[in-house]
């Protein structure tokens, strides 16, 4: 059931389609005509319940059966029959029917009697549940067809067939057609369920005189959830006579715990009102359906109807007839299997070469999916769209770039690790994205905006419904009120399905599942050669400073502590040949091995612009901006270049600087505070605007005095701002004055980043020589 029970509607509550799907059927307090029911408990074999129409049957008028035990009811010798089958192990409804005859007024009475075991828990929430014997009663008028051990015999030139059945149409149609000539209904189908519990009929035995319904459709309304769920737990059902009065139980409830009898296995179970309604109106006077399961969930079922009166196939027929439902069950989960395990290969095949392929480092993953065999081969679709590591590709109908980047993001946004439909139109109208281009998408999110994404084309069909299926009710006035009852107009009604692809299976789910866990494994070990090897460019281009009798220089690059090692930031600090030195610090934005090779670039382009030239400082930040733009990598960074000359009338050094959105440099002169040396205005970082007018700033260094370049990764936590951390590292810089160069710079790093670095910090710290 698709509720829990506290769900139900209470009993009594008038039933109609507005409420019908929390109907308790399971417990509908009464029984059809037929027979006769008892509940009996054990060991003493009490009567505790009966049906109100058990003098019709047994002779004995049910106020009189009550409380008394079953031999005084049933007979000594009934009653010894049902105690001996309710005695042996293992499931009662194995050995039914129990043969018996009852002794009614001196005439002998032959019955076919039903037993199962009813559980009914307390109402307490605190004493134990009880369990009841059920006893139903049907007359077995005129000569048995067969009895329960010769049902195989009866059906075992069908069971034959079924084995010989080339195809599924031909299990079904032999399934149709032996069902009706075994029962004797007007009309038998087979009837199959669709993903959403929608049903076909996929095959037909009838009389000739009646209109086919071969083909048709019917909508998952039909058959309400909780419908759905006895049917997997009772297989068969019978209502021998639509036009049937309800007899109810006496008592209403069962008296030990004070709840409804669970007649969820009862033969004689009552049906719901709008059940019968719903067969009325179709005009069928009696029906019988048998469950077809794969894997105990329900997959169709057996489906009769009969229109010229009350039909009533007796309980050994049935059971024949439930015998063939399971042997078509059975052979239809072979064939399905059978289907699945060639499939299964086929795309295990593929799987493991595209594993395999995908270890070649040296060939770009998108091209190794899309070779031969390729992504289609795995899971058809009419397209297939890729973006990995950079590259893209496609397969099949061509999808636009920009259309499979706005899926892609689409999806990855629902953070599912396999995101499918089978219509964009309903689950993604946002998008916009018109069915002639795709219509159902499969996509696989991958890390950093990669995805692989397959298309389907609009899967346009046109289903014959038996009835207008969004019309499934009609209004009925009953005095002054008005009540929805089942539609009765089940006459051929054609719809065209649109904006749907063919659906995705959960196997085809199953499967790229499983591919994107290799896929992720792939661009782990191809992310971390790539990082391997940016480790190693950054490792080169973080060089120890050159060695100057004026000055003493200390160089720190200390990553952030996560797994690619790799960063944006770096420093250089170079002598130019009239005896002045260049010191750089510099950040691009970004973490990855992107970012590392942008630096690089940088790095690089400032070297070669700077060298040898009279420049000052504003002037090489200028040029690198135009280079930048001109050049690539088109990378955004904030950068300080910083030129001391040295001061032949003080000892000390002359420092220019200019700043593109950097951090103010640290400098401690002998006997004074450190100072902050700020800019005038604040400045562009690099890369924003070619044009952008950089400013020089000067400073004269005292010898003995230290100047200090760092970038955010020293001063910036998530819990402070940078004024306050560029404050404090001041304040630290104080206090590993007197310290030597290289230590002092160890002691710096050591008391900011007591708990590691949560961003890469870069370091340059210069100490005039006194």
């Given at each position: 059931?698709?509720?829990?029970?506290?769900?139900?509607?209470?009993?009594?509550?008038?039933?109609?389609?507005?409420?019908?799907?929390?109907?308790?059927?399971?417990?509908?307090?009464?029984?059809?005509?037929?027979?006769?029911?008892?509940?009996?408990?054990?060991?003493?074999?009490?009567?505790?319940?009966?049906?109100?129409?058990?003098?019709?049957?047994?002779?004995?008028?049910?106020?009189?059966?009550?409380?008394?035990?079953?031999?005084?009811?049933?007979?000594?010798?009934?009653?010894?029959?049902?105690?001996?089958?309710?005695?042996?192990?293992?499931?009662?409804?194995?050995?039914?029917?129990?043969?018996?005859?009852?002794?009614?007024?001196?005439?002998?009475?032959?019955?076919?009697?039903?037993?199962?075991?009813?559980?009914?828990?307390?109402?307490?929430?605190?004493?134990?549940?009880?369990?009841?014997?059920?006893?139903?009663?049907?007359?077995?008028?005129?000569?048995?067809?067969?009895?329960?051990?010769?049902?195989?015999?009866?059906?075992?030139?069908?069971?034959?067939?079924?084995?010989?059945?080339?195809?599924?149409?031909?299990?079904?149609?032999?399934?149709?057609?032996?069902?009706?000539?075994?029962?004797?209904?007007?009309?038998?189908?087979?009837?199959?369920?669709?993903?959403?519990?929608?049903?076909?009929?996929?095959?037909?035995?009838?009389?000739?005189?009646?209109?086919?319904?071969?083909?048709?459709?019917?909508?998952?309304?039909?058959?309400?959830?909780?419908?759905?769920?006895?049917?997997?737990?009772?297989?068969?059902?019978?209502?021998?006579?639509?036009?049937?009065?309800?007899?109810?139980?006496?008592?209403?409830?069962?008296?030990?715990?004070?709840?409804?009898?669970?007649?969820?296995?009862?033969?004689?179970?009552?049906?719901?009102?709008?059940?019968?309604?719903?067969?009325?109106?179709?005009?069928?006077?009696?029906?019988?359906?048998?469950?077809?399961?794969?894997?105990?969930?329900?997959?169709?079922?057996?489906?009769?109807?009969?229109?010229?009166?009350?039909?009533?196939?007796?309980?050994?027929?049935?059971?024949?007839?439930?015998?063939?439902?399971?042997?078509?069950?059975?052979?239809?989960?072979?064939?399905?299997?059978?289907?699945?395990?060639?499939?299964?290969?086929?795309?295990?095949?593929?799987?493991?070469?595209?594993?395999?392929?995908?270890?070649?480092?040296?060939?770009?993953?998108?091209?190794?999916?899309?070779?031969?065999?390729?992504?289609?081969?795995?899971?058809?679709?009419?397209?297939?769209?890729?973006?990995?590591?950079?590259?893209?590709?496609?397969?099949?109908?061509?999808?636009?770039?920009?259309?499979?980047?706005?899926?892609?993001?689409?999806?990855?946004?629902?953070?599912?690790?396999?995101?499918?439909?089978?219509?964009?139109?309903?689950?993604?109208?946002?998008?916009?994205?018109?069915?002639?281009?795709?219509?159902?998408?499969?996509?696989?999110?991958?890390?950093?905006?990669?995805?692989?994404?397959?298309?389907?084309?609009?899967?346009?069909?046109?289903?014959?419904?038996?009835?207008?299926?969004?019309?499934?009710?009609?209004?009925?006035?009953?005095?002054?009120?008005?009540?929805?009852?089942?539609?009765?107009?089940?006459e051929r009604w054609q719809e065209t399905v649109r904006d749907r692809s063919e659906p995705w299976t959960a196997q085809e789910l199953a499967e790229v599942g499983e591919l994107r866990t290799h896929l992720l494994e792939a661009l782990y070990a191809r992310s971390r050669s790539i990082v391997r090897a940016a480790e190693t460019l950054q490792r080169s281009m973080l060089t120890a400073p050159p060695e100057s009798p004026r000055l003493q220089v200390a160089v720190?690059?200390?990553?952030?502590?996560?797994?690619?090692?790799?960063?944006?930031?770096?420093?250089?600090?170079?002598?130019?040949?009239?005896?002045?030195?260049?010191?750089?610090?510099?950040?691009?934005?970004?973490?990855?091995?992107?970012?590392?090779?942008?630096?690089?670039?940088?790095?690089?382009?400032?070297?070669?612009?700077?060298?040898?030239?009279?420049?000052?400082?504003?002037?090489?930040?200028?040029?690198?901006?135009?280079?930048?733009?001109?050049?690539?990598?088109?990378?955004?960074?904030?950068?300080?270049?910083?030129?001391?000359?040295?001061?032949?009338?003080?000892?000390?050094?002359?420092?220019?600087?200019?700043?593109?959105?950097?951090?103010?440099?640290?400098?401690?002169?002998?006997?004074?505070?450190?100072?902050?040396?700020?800019?005038?205005?604040?400045?562009?970082?690099?890369?924003?605007?070619?044009?952008?007018?950089?400013?020089?700033?000067?400073?004269?260094?005292?010898?003995?005095?230290?100047?200090?370049?760092?970038?955010?990764?020293?001063?910036?936590?998530?819990?402070?701002?940078?004024?306050?951390?560029?404050?404090?590292?001041?304040?630290?810089?104080?206090?590993?004055?007197?310290?030597?160069?290289?230590?002092?710079?160890?002691?710096?790093?050591?008391?900011?980043?007591?708990?590691?670095?949560?961003?890469?910090?870069?370091?340059?710290?210069?100490?005039?020589?006194?």
């Open positions: 059931m698709t509720g829990s029970e506290t769900d139900l509607l209470p009993a009594g509550t008038p039933v109609d389609l507005s409420n019908c799907e929390r109907e308790p059927i399971h417990v509908p307090g009464s029984i059809q005509p037929r027979g006769v029911l008892l509940a009996v408990s054990e060991p003493d074999l009490v009567v505790v319940q009966v049906s109100e129409n058990l003098a019709d049957l047994v002779g004995v008028d049910p106020s009189d059966a009550l409380g008394r035990r079953l031999p005084e009811v049933l007979g000594v010798a009934a009653a010894g029959a049902v105690a001996r089958s309710a005695s042996a192990f293992g499931d009662l409804r194995e050995r039914n029917p129990v043969e018996v005859t009852l002794d009614v007024e001196g005439s002998p009475v032959p019955v076919d009697a039903l037993l199962h075991r009813a559980v009914v828990g307390p109402d307490d929430g605190v004493s134990p549940p009880t369990a009841l014997l059920v006893v139903e009663l049907e007359p077995a008028r005129g000569p048995r067809p067969f009895s329960f051990p010769n049902t195989y015999q009866a059906v075992r030139g069908t069971v034959g067939e079924l084995n010989r059945a080339t195809s599924l149409q031909e299990l079904y149609d032999i399934t149709a057609q032996a069902v009706r000539e075994l029962t004797g209904f007007d009309r038998v189908m087979v009837y199959r369920y669709d993903a959403d519990y929608n049903g076909e009929v996929v095959a037909e035995a009838k009389a000739e005189e009646l209109n086919s319904f071969l083909g048709l459709h019917y909508p998952a309304s039909d058959i309400p959830a909780q419908a759905r769920a006895l049917y997997e737990k009772n297989w068969i059902r019978l209502i021998s006579d639509v036009d049937y009065r309800p007899v109810p139980l006496r008592p209403a409830l069962v008296p030990s715990t004070g709840q409804p009898l669970d007649m969820t296995f009862s033969t004689l179970r009552s049906v719901s009102p709008i059940h019968v309604e719903y067969l009325q109106n179709m005009g069928v006077r009696a029906s019988m359906s048998v469950s077809l399961l794969r894997d105990d969930r329900l997959w169709g079922l057996i489906a009769c109807h009969h229109y010229s009166g009350p039909h009533a196939p007796p309980y050994a027929t049935r059971a024949a007839a439930e015998f063939l439902g399971s042997t078509l069950s059975l052979r239809l989960v072979d064939r399905a299997e059978e289907g699945e395990v060639h499939r299964a290969l086929q795309v295990r095949s593929t799987l493991a070469w595209l594993t395999t392929a995908t270890l070649d480092e040296d060939r770009p993953l998108a091209d190794t999916l899309l070779g031969s065999p390729d992504l289609l081969d795995l899971l058809p679709a009419d397209g297939v769209a890729v973006h990995l590591q950079g590259h893209r590709g496609s397969r099949g109908t061509p999808l636009p770039e920009a259309t499979a980047g706005a899926i892609a993001a689409w999806a990855a946004a629902r953070h599912e690790d396999v995101v499918a439909t089978d219509s964009l139109p309903r689950h993604a109208a946002e998008l916009q994205v018109s069915c002639e281009v795709a219509c159902g998408v499969l996509v696989l999110p991958l890390p950093d905006g990669q995805y692989v994404l397959w298309h389907r084309a609009e899967a346009r069909r046109t289903v014959d419904w038996g009835g207008d299926p969004h019309n499934k009710a009609i209004a009925e006035r009953e005095g002054d009120s008005v009540r929805l009852s089942p539609r009765k107009s089940f720190r690059y200390v990553p952030a502590a996560r797994e690619a090692q790799v960063g944006g930031d770096w420093y250089d600090v170079f002598e130019q040949p009239d005896g002045s030195t260049f010191v750089v610090i510099g950040d691009v934005v970004g973490h990855d091995t992107a970012a590392a090779a942008d630096m690089a670039q940088l790095r690089g382009l400032l070297r070669g612009i700077a060298y040898d030239s009279a420049d000052g400082p504003a002037t090489v930040l200028r040029r690198l901006d135009f280079a930048v733009a001109g050049l690539g990598p088109h990378a955004m960074a904030t950068v300080l270049v910083g030129r001391l000359t040295p001061d032949p009338e003080t000892g000390g050094a002359r420092l220019r600087w200019s700043s593109a959105g950097h951090l103010p440099p640290l400098l401690v002169e002998p006997g004074d505070d450190v100072l902050t040396l700020t800019t005038p205005r604040a400045e562009l970082l690099l890369g924003v605007d070619p044009a952008a007018r950089r400013t020089e700033s000067e400073a004269l260094l005292e010898p003995g005095s230290t100047l200090l370049l760092y970038t955010d990764g020293l001063v910036e936590r998530r819990d402070q701002v940078f004024d306050i951390g560029v404050e404090r590292l001041a304040g630290e810089l104080v206090a590993v004055r007197d310290r030597p160069l290289e230590a002092a710079a160890d002691e710096l790093i050591g008391r900011m980043l007591r708990d590691g670095a949560e961003d890469d910090v870069a370091l340059v710290a210069v100490r005039l020589r006194g």
